[in-house]
């Protein structure tokens, strides 16, 4: 793998210089490359980065298992999968801006990326609606946190109609749903931060791409903010059914 | 050539500088914040770091300061506690962790591959405006009150106990940790897709090689440090409970967190001064390397264990004993990749034409200091001594060893070896000789006495002890005050030969490796074509052929 | 892994052939996957999260969460190998890629190793 860089930097040096090669590599081959190779290094470091916070919810999750499974009844299902449609649908669209641009359809290519904008927005439209949800029942760790829902499950009527299972915990117990919150406001807030300076970066493609800097041949911008999209969806997806999904049944 | 010395300058006379050079090619402030050139961004870093390294040097002499007497009485004891943290943090994540990379690394890397810049030339100066912003954040939190958790910001201290600076301490070293996240990526790609044609893996000088390792430790562990502080951070503002056992979270899984990054930054901090030492024993040894292949891949080793071993910081707080026992094990392991380099140096000295210049003088430093603050690391890890050591003074004597004795012995014969290929101009060789047998000699002085501190049991971050450590405690402080003279005198003569060194030429160590074959200082883009590599690292035969072939064209 | 080697260096060769302007040069050397593909992984991701959240109505006892995640690496895999081209990628990438999860898991396992024998006790 060392020596055919080597190799094809030879073959090519006769070629003119495209504008958008940098001037201290020898050929575009090289540059995209070592861009590509670059954001896939990013990456790796994002998923140490996420990798501390599933650590801690793997441990905590088995420490405090009834506190875990009764908190994760107050997510709804419903929000979840939609969003979860959501952004796998923005990746789609992602995927298939990266393949404008390759072959170069500058419209369709403005139109992949205004829509993964848009599911972006939505994806963090409906986090909000959630987010708020957890506020008015005092489920935000830190700003008044409330207990009633776990101490006393039929208080909380529209979730115990869904699990009419859920026994009331002791307080000790009850408390450390609080923890369950933290981690899930720390797992899906870091995810959302994500999904707000992607978004911002989408705006910047955008509005390059209305004026054709993308379809001339140099991808490798839309391609590697593709990657960073779609790792993102990555996170969400395993996200989803670590906090929605696996504790329906105890 | 005389017997004492390899150093071939051009004649004084008619010597100059080259008149085109990455210095002096463009002029301004503006010019050197907003350049993308490797080297001048190597030099900001330069600058930069000496900086912080003065206010944690200042630190530590404070802190010998207080502990000439047992009772606290030059300052009070919160104050000590700031100031030994400050120290902590400075020397760490400003000073160690960017030290050799950041400098020696972002100077070198590039014309050692044959590559014109590193790969990510924006990136680069992207990881310096981060660093600088850590920096202005420490200083900002230290001017305000500073932090007194020490520098692991250990949980729940940090969290509930103290009310010091930590959320900007933390959020500083969050940032810095970007700045170390992305010198490191950009070194990986560098030497990956940036080598000269017939730059093959195994021709890399071992300086890239373990630079290689330590940008690997970086890209992996850092952002476990940064998820890390932003728990913490989050604990502090806002409670959320992760690591506070009264709302059921476990403070030791902070400690798990920490030191999964902390224990590589060990590595981070060690690998790049050990690629220096390859470079500097095989250059003044007039050798190739023994064992080449054994060094490089030791030090691919060191940075895969360094992942493996991070819990024998926790044997004491409660940890289960049998991970104990497996991590324990796991710790001594790293001790052969460590012993295949000191061995390998060695060998690579024997039947050598050694020399003694100050680099050569540092490199002896570390090879020996190195290797006592690695054995006593066996002593730590091996469980039972370690209860007895740990939190004491021995601890401090260990990783002041392995950090001072090895990492800035390291540094300084790295910046006397690259001095003239970096500025040009030779450092004044007597006085700096005097400096590195200085710092030897105050090095032990200081931090020898600490290990017999240790194993009677002086414990570690206390402004005041029992009257009995006294004597030892004096030699200390005495051997701080030698060891300051010794990291004094090459600030002043290092500034001194910028103007008045003797003119040092193209390559005044003959030394092999593709930053000795351009001029010094380099070009702008480092070579006027991109060099074909057609023989191994260390091959001073090559060498020799060549500068015959010059010679007779000549 | 060599044939699909060939297949790309084929690629490369008739994408010279056709048309020998440089901009064209790099633009092979991302393997370009055809929209069909995209349109098949797009949509066996949503039918996936459809199955994911059937599998947690069903009462399958400790096997839920093991159920769940299994379909969600099944997923990231999809994503990692067909959006993000890694199938058809470097094995640089795909070393990249193991390693990262490599080290992820080291931090999970030698993390849990202290946390499932705590309860253990002394000796």
Redesign the interface.
């Known amino acids: 793998?060392?020596?055919s860089?080597?190799?094809v930097?030879?073959a090519?040096t006769a070629?003119?210089h495209?504008p958008y090669q940098?001037?201290?590599f020898?050929s575009?081959?090289?540059?995209?490359?070592?861009?590509?190779?670059?954001m896939?290094?990013?990456?790796?470091?994002?998923?140490?980065?996420?990798?501390?916070?599933?650590?801690?919810y793997?441990?905590?999750r088995?420490?405090?298992y009834p506190a875990f499974v009764e908190a994760s009844h107050q997510l709804n299902?419903f929000w979840g999968?939609l969003n979860?449609?959501v952004l796998?649908?923005s990746?789609?669209t992602?995927?298939?801006g990266v393949?404008c641009a390759?072959?170069r359809k500058k419209s369709a290519l403005v139109l992949c990326l205004v829509l993964t904008f848009v599911l972006g927005l939505v994806f963090l439209g409906i986090k909000y609606i959630e987010y708020s949800e957890k506020w008015e029942k005092h489920h935000v760790?830190?700003?008044h946190y409330s207990l009633q829902s776990f101490t006393n499950p039929a208080s909380d009527a529209e979730v115990h109609k869904e699990y009419p299972d859920d026994k009331p915990l002791g307080v000790d117990m009850a408390?450390?749903t609080?923890?369950y919150f933290?981690?899930y406001?720390?797992m899906t807030g870091?995810h959302a931060l994500h999904m707000i300076i992607g978004i911002s970066l989408l705006g910047y493609l955008i509005f390059r791409a209305q004026q054709g800097a993308y379809t001339?041949?140099?991808?490798t911008f839309v391609?590697n903010f593709?990657?960073y999209w779609?790792?993102v969806?990555?996170i969400w997806?395993?996200l989803?059914?670590?906090l929605?999904?696996?504790s329906?049944?105890s | 050539m005389s017997t004492d010395t390899i150093v071939r300058l051009p004649d004084q006379a008619t010597a100059r500088i080259p008149k085109v050079n990455f210095l002096s090619k463009e002029n301004g402030l503006l010019s050197w914040l907003l350049t993308s050139d490797h080297k001048r961004i190597a030099t900001l870093y330069l600058i930069s770091i000496t900086f912080f390294f003065a206010i944690g040097g200042t630190l530590a002499g404070l802190i010998r300061l207080e502990l000439l007497t047992p009772q606290s009485d030059l300052m009070a004891a919160d104050t000590y506690n700031k100031v030994f943290s400050m120290h902590g943090i400075i020397m760490v994540f400003l000073f160690l962790v960017p030290s050799v990379p950041a400098t020696l690394g972002n100077f070198l890397i590039p014309i050692m591959i044959g590559a014109k810049d590193l790969a990510l030339p924006k990136v680069n100066l992207l990881s310096w405006y981060l660093y600088m912003i850590a920096g202005v954040m420490v200083l900002y939190s230290m001017i305000t009150g500073g932090v007194d958790t020490g520098w692991t910001f250990t949980v729940p201290l940090s969290t509930h106990y103290v009310n010091t600076n930590v959320i900007t301490t933390g959020l500083a070293i969050f940032v810095a940790g970007f700045s170390s996240v992305f010198t490191g990526l950009n070194f990986i790609v560098t030497i990956h897709k940036m080598r000269a044609p017939g730059m093959t893996w195994f021709r890399l000088p071992l300086f890239v090689w373990s630079n290689y390792a330590a940008s690997i430790l970086m890209v992996l562990g850092t952002p476990v440090l940064a998820i890390t502080l932003v728990l913490v951070v989050l604990e502090r503002g806002f409670g959320i409970g992760v690591f506070d056992p009264s709302k059921g979270g476990d403070p030791i899984l902070f400690q798990h967190l920490f030191w999964f990054y902390s224990h590589p930054a060990v590595y981070i901090m060690i690998l790049p001064g050990m690629g220096v030492i390859s470079e500097v024993v095989s250059t003044f040894a007039r050798k190739r390397v023994f064992g080449y292949t054994a060094v490089a891949f030791s030090s691919v080793a060191i940075a895969v264990f360094a992942f493996f071993v991070w819990e024998h910081h926790m044997f004491i707080m409660g940890v289960s004993n049998y991970s104990t026992l497996v991590f324990s094990l796991l710790t001594m392991l790293v001790a052969v990749p460590s012993a295949i380099k000191i061995f390998n140096w060695s060998f690579t000295l024997y039947k050598g034409s050694i020399t003694f210049e100050t680099p050569m003088l540092y490199s002896f430093g570390f090879m020996g200091l190195f290797t006592i603050g690695g054995l006593t690391g066996v002593f730590l890890a091996s469980t039972g001594t370690d209860i007895h050591l740990t939190e004491t003074y021995f601890i401090v004597a260990h990783f002041h060893f392995v950090m001072v004795g090895g990492m800035l012995m390291a540094f300084l014969s790295g910046i006397h070896f690259w001095w003239p290929k970096w500025t040009g101009r030779m450092y004044p060789e007597k006085i700096s000789q005097l400096a590195a047998l200085i710092t030897f000699i105050g090095f032990n002085f200081t931090f020898f006495p600490q290990f017999l501190l240790g194993t009677l049991g002086m414990p570690r971050r206390y402004a005041a002890y029992p009257a009995e450590f006294q004597v030892l405690n004096v030699f200390s402080t005495a051997g701080a005050s030698i060891l300051g003279i010794g990291y004094l005198l090459p600030i002043l003569y290092l500034t001194w030969s910028l103007k008045y060194g003797e003119i040092a030429g193209d390559n005044p160590w003959q030394a092999t490796g593709l930053e000795w074959q351009i001029q010094s200082p380099p070009l702008t883009e480092n070579f006027t074509e991109i060099p074909v590599v057609d023989h191994d690292a260390y091959d001073y035969e090559w060498l020799e052929k060549k500068e015959k072939e010059v010679s007779s064209v000549g | 892994m060599s044939k699909e080697h060939d297949q790309n260096q084929h690629h490369d060769h008739t994408g010279h052939d056709h048309d020998p302007g440089e901009q064209d040069v790099h633009d092979s050397l991302n393997h370009i996957v055809p929209p069909r593909i995209y349109i098949i992984i797009g949509a066996s991701l949503l039918v996936l999260t459809g199955v994911t959240v059937w599998a947690s109505f069903v009462d399958m006892g400790v096997f839920n969460p093991v159920v769940a995640l299994a379909i969600a690496c099944f997923k990231a895999s999809l994503v990692v190998l067909f959006f993000m081209h890694v199938k058809y990628s470097s094995k640089l990438t795909k070393l990249t890629v193991f390693s990262g999860l490599f080290t992820f898991a080291v931090l999970i396992a030698l993390t849990l190793a202290d946390y499932a024998t705590r309860a253990w006790g002394r000796w």
């Open positions: 793998m060392s020596d860089t080597v190799t930097q030879g090519h070629h003119e495209p940098r001037h201290h020898a575009m081959e090289q540059q995209v490359d070592t861009t590509s190779f670059a896939w290094l990013f990456l790796l470091t994002e998923i140490m980065f996420f990798g501390g916070l599933f650590c801690s793997l441990i905590f088995n420490w405090y299902i999968t979860t449609g796998i649908t990746s789609f992602m995927a298939m393949w390759e072959m760790p830190g700003f408390r450390h609080e923890l933290s981690l406001f720390a870091m001339t041949g140099h991808v391609h593709g990657l779609h790792f969806d990555i997806i395993f989803f059914p670590l929605y999904l696996i329906r049944h």
